[in-house]
């Protein structure tokens, strides 16, 4: 047993109805008892859609148990395909469905429907939403990818890909599918066909003509592009586009891939270098973040921080755990150790001890950095219904990376503001607890917190009066830092007690 | 599957003579299950700790529809069921012993902990009652453990709050005798809750109290003294749980509008053998007041078609409401239970021509709407946006269960609820 309070992501048939309502002309009957239709409204309030998913909950009560709810799974997937007519059923259990073993895809085997079926085994109690939607795309690929459609070969013509990945409710997929295939048609690259995202069951048989696959989200598609690279020779790319050198570096991959010269990127370069290198950011240099995410999201987010804002990463992390390895490979590139974890209750620890200035995370880190009063940006699922924003905002590509610039800067002080408050803390309407004043001036209040000194067996450091009133002047958004660098230092020099002459010795060690 | 029943009328005969049918159906239901009650119960007692005993879902299902409002730590939490509970490697027992005690070490605070079950939990037939029992000992005497089902197969959305009640009931304190009580069943809101405190003890009626209390340790006493007012349609085994104490149930249409919160207090009244000319004096000026409020709705909601999916149960006075005080007129009333004695007084009110509806065929049901063409639709959360984008306008439903609406003082909230959208629909030119 796990004591959740809230979870990254949802049980495995979820990810099978992110996949079944991305796309169109399937429908999915899920053996479930009532309350499951919960799930309908991630889709229509969440994401806003204006179609209820396509998904026929079987809706079994107790009384059924042991009785006929064999039958009523059958009634309602005939039911379900003369109303909605699909091209394909996708048919599977949830975990209470699991439990009684009714196996659906052997009953609908025996229904005789003229439709394609494909039977999905979800295990609810081991696996969880990614999965899900990964193993539903994989068995919808295999069973509907056409063996007699193959590549075609030698360069005739303009080279082909598919896109794989995006789904509904993903995390600005709608926009890095826009900005993805604008970049591939100015290399020269046409789209095939994007799945699950607006593709019907029936295109998804054309998958294999395509040259290579552009796999954007490796959580959901990378198992399905593996199998049509064995089974139809189909390469698949590996670079995720978010930031701009991964930009580039993706322009190449897929310029090899289709065999074409890379093309002139000059019109097309995002702002976000010079932004970056205006005189303005260099109060970004040296911030330090804390990142979690899926693993695709965070350790391309690990990046664009290091890389392209000059940010510190101090800690990353994921709880995709099938994704833990990569994770663990970017955190050591950054010098620091992966957090790899679905309890929330270990990633808030993390955040506490660490005390970023800047938290780039999912709707669950907001609730964590509210809490301790520090800036959050969202980059990764699972997101809220103010991450769907009405205007273009893709994660991926060159306008990607400015959207990324835009939004991580947004919930820091600006730099002037931040030596004002540095330098006259007292004023009584510009104060640090007043909060940035783009953002409205309300700062959470935050909690100061001395996790060191919470640890088992760490003997409690004693400040001094002045010390500790010294350290008030320090703005808020570093004094966590600031507290701990401190305390550190001091048991670093084997003492019991902070005074001001050990808060400056620290400050001179660690600098800012 | 659809089966036309008589109305509860044909139980009484004579009744309801001309009543129309009720439309009972069975296939998908795009309603909750009774955890979603847990949203408001763990706000409303506030030392309490609801602990679901559940799979991946439950616990995605509380943050989906409650993460979209609740940004604080929760009061709730599930314990999911893993693999390895189920194949037995692990003992389920234990593995719930040691939750509750992380859980409990972590909450110094908590005083009252439900365990709470589930679908896969009532599927497995893990026994949470022996379990509440074993560890309330373990814990006892700083932390009671309970346990009721919020379960999607036996429990529609409110009646997981019916399922906390009744699970209270037993071990609420014994009333001392004497003087009669009046206790209020069923989650109101703080100031809801005030306003009435205030209308009784105007009337005269003292020995008030409300069923959850705000704490675990200020839950009500019961006994056969004490009468009892329904605030919520939704509590049909409190009620039978209450009987069995020894209280009364006076019957009375439910708190909505100036009609029903008057003759709802009325019952009150009765018992305690209030006078008329006292209970005029003392609900005449805040039922004008009511009336008033309502006032600046009407242009808006007077004439205008409602339809009602199934959701909380609140639809049948909902409707009562809308019709008699707003003027609306009924295309069709869906409620997941129709319980046919608590709803009398309000289907002697809503008249005998009314469409009710009980349980769900979603797509039927939708089909029905889409004919009906109404002018606000109230339906669940999964339904409005997809409603909407069909040029229907909806009301989501889930926000009566979460906004004071009872009484005379919220008569002209509830109205603006309904009201809003076809505001904006009037306003909006894109």
Redesign the interface.
Same mark, same amino acid.
């Given at each position: 047993?796990?004591?959740?309070?809230? *979870?990254y992501?949802?049980?495995p048939?979820?990810g099978a109805m992110r996949v079944a309502t991305a796309m169109t002309g399937l429908h999915y009957i899920l053996h479930a008892? =009532?309350?499951? *239709? %919960? @799930?309908?409204?991630?889709f229509?309030?969440?994401e806003?859609?204006? =179609?209820?998913p396509p998904v *026929?909950?079987?809706?079994?009560? @107790?009384r059924d148990?042991g009785s006929d709810t064999a039958e009523i799974f059958k009634r @309602?997937a005939v039911?379900a395909v003369e109303?909605f007519q699909p091209e394909a059923i996708i048919v599977g259990a949830?975990?209470?469905a699991e439990?009684?073993q009714d196996d659906p895809g052997g009953l609908a085997r025996t229904l005789g429907l003229d439709v394609p079926v494909i039977p999905l085994e979800l295990?609810? %109690?081991?696996k969880?939403e990614n999965w899900g939607a990964s193993e539903t795309f994989y068995r919808l690929v295999r069973g509907l990818a056409q063996p007699s459609l193959r590549p075609k070969k030698n360069g005739a013509g303009r080279p082909v890909c598919n896109i794989l990945g995006p789904t509904a409710l993903g995390f600005r997929h709608r926009d890095d599918v826009r900005e993805i295939t604008g970049l591939l048609a100015h290399c020269g690259i046409a789209v095939n066909i994007v799945a699950p995202l607006g593709a019907s069951p029936s295109e998804l048989q054309f998958l294999p003509v395509a040259d290579f696959n552009v796999v954007l989200y490796p959580e959901i598609a990378e198992a399905a592009a593996r199998y049509l690279e064995k089974e139809f020779g189909q390469p698949y790319t590996r670079t995720i586009p978010i930031g701009v050198g991964a930009t580039e570096d993706f322009v190449a991959e897929v310029c090899a891939l289709a065999g074409v010269p890379a093309p002139d990127l000059s019109d097309y370069l995002s702002n976000l270098p010079w932004w970056s290198r205006s005189v303005d950011s260099n109060y970004l240099t040296g911030k330090r973040v804390f990142v979690f995410g899926d693993a695709t999201h965070a350790i391309a987010a690990a990046r664009v921080a290091a890389e392209e804002l000059a940010f510190t990463v101090v800690g990353i992390g994921t709880y995709s755990r099938e994704f833990a390895r990569p994770v663990r490979e970017a955190a050591a590139a950054h010098g620091v150790e992966a957090l790899i974890t679905d309890d929330y209750l270990e990633v808030e620890a993390a955040i506490t001890a660490l005390q970023p200035e800047l938290i780039l995370g999912t =709707?669950m880190e907001r609730?964590i950095a509210?809490?301790l009063g520090i800036p959050c940006a969202v980059i990764s699922a699972p997101v809220?219904?103010q991450d769907f924003p009405a205007r273009y905002a893709p994660q991926m590509g060159f306008e990607g990376a400015n959207v990324l610039f835009d939004t991580w800067v947004h919930p820091l002080l600006m730099g002037l503001e931040e030596h004002l408050l540095g330098m006259f803390r007292d004023d009584f309407e510009f104060h640090d607890e007043a909060g940035a004043s783009h953002l409205g001036g309300h700062a959470a209040v935050p909690q100061e917190t001395a996790p060191a000194a919470l640890e088992v067996g760490v003997p409690t450091l004693v400040w001094t009066h002045d010390a500790e009133n010294e350290l008030k002047k320090i703005p808020f958004f570093v004094r966590g830092k600031a507290r701990r660098n401190t305390e550190a230092f001091a048991r670093d020099q084997m003492l019991d007690t902070v005074t001001l002459d050990i808060l400056y010795d620290a400050k001179a060690r660690y600098g800012r | 599957m659809t089966t036309l029943l008589p109305r509860a009328g044909a139980m009484r005969p004579g009744d309801l003579p001309a009543s129309v049918p009720v439309l009972r159906e069975r296939?998908?239901?795009?309603?909750?299950?009774?955890?979603?009650s847990i949203m408001w119960l763990h706000r409303k007692i506030q030392d309490a700790f609801f602990l679901i005993?559940g799979?991946?879902?439950c616990?995605? /299902?509380m943050?989906?529809?409650a993460?979209?409002m609740i940004?604080a730590?929760?009061r709730f939490?599930?314990?999911?069921?893993?693999?390895r509970?189920?194949a037995g490697m692990?003992d +389920?027992n234990e593995?719930?012993a040691?939750?509750v005690a992380?859980?409990l070490e972590r909450r110094p605070d908590i005083r009252l902990l439900f365990l709470v079950g589930s679908?896969?939990s009532?599927?497995?037939k893990l026994d949470l009652g022996r379990a509440a029992e074993r560890l309330s000992q373990v814990h006892a005497p700083h932390v009671r453990i309970l346990n009721f089902s919020g379960?999607?197969?036996?429990t529609?959305f409110t009646q997981g709050e019916d399922a906390c009640l009744a699970a209270l009931v037993p071990s609420l304190p014994e009333t001392l005798p004497g003087a009669p009580s009046l206790l209020i069943a069923g989650a109101l809101a703080d100031v809801v809750e005030d306003q009435f405190c205030r209308l009784l003890e105007q009337l005269g009626i003292a020995n008030v109290s409300f069923l959850p209390g705000r704490k675990a340790g200020e839950m009500p006493a019961v006994g056969p003294g004490t009468r009892f007012l329904l605030a919520q349609p939704w509590l049909k085994d409190t009620a039978r749980a209450l009987e069995d104490r020894g209280a009364v149930h006076l019957p009375a249409p439910f708190p909505l509008g100036a009609e029903g919160t008057t003759a709802w207090l009325k019952a009150a009244a009765d018992a305690w053998g209030v006078s008329a000319a006292r209970f005029a004096a003392v609900t005449d000026m805040p039922r004008a007041r009511a009336t008033r409020s309502l006032q600046r709705y009407l242009p808006l909601l007077s004439g205008k078609s409602l339809f009602c999916f199934p959701d909380s149960q609140i639809e049948i006075p909902l409707a009562r409401f809308l019709s008699r005080e707003a003027g609306m007129e009924i295309c069709e009333v869906g409620t997941p239970y129709l319980h046919a004695s608590h709803m009398k007084p309000e289907l002697d009110l809503l008249g005998a021509d009314v469409q009710l509806s009980e349980g769900q065929d979603v797509?039927r049901q939708m089909d029905r709407c889409r004919a009906a063409r109404p002018d606000v639709s109230v339906c669940? +959360?999964? /339904?409005?946006?997809?409603l909407?984008?069909e040029g229907l306008t909806t009301k989501w439903s889930i926000e009566l269960v979460f906004t004071p609406i009872q009484g005379y003082d919220q008569a002209g909230d509830l109205a603006e609820l309904i009201a809003r959208p076809l505001m904006r629909k009037g306003r909006l030119a894109v």
């Open positions: 047993m796990q004591l959740t309070v809230w *979870t992501e949802g049980p048939h979820i008892p =009532q309350g499951d *239709t %919960y @799930a309908d409204l991630l229509t309030m969440i806003r859609r204006g =179609q209820r *026929t909950y079987t809706t079994f009560e @107790a148990l @309602a039911d109303r949830s975990c209470t439990l009684i295990p609810s %109690y081991s969880k =709707q609730h509210k809490r809220h219904v | 296939g998908q239901r795009e309603v909750f299950c009774g955890l979603t005993v799979s991946r879902t616990a995605h /299902l943050q989906s529809a993460g979209v940004f730590e929760p939490a599930t314990a999911i069921i893993e693999e509970d189920l692990a +389920m593995e719930l040691r939750t992380r859980l679908c896969p009532e599927v497995i379960s999607g197969i036996e529609t797509d669940g +959360m999964g /339904l409005a946006n997809p909407e984008r």
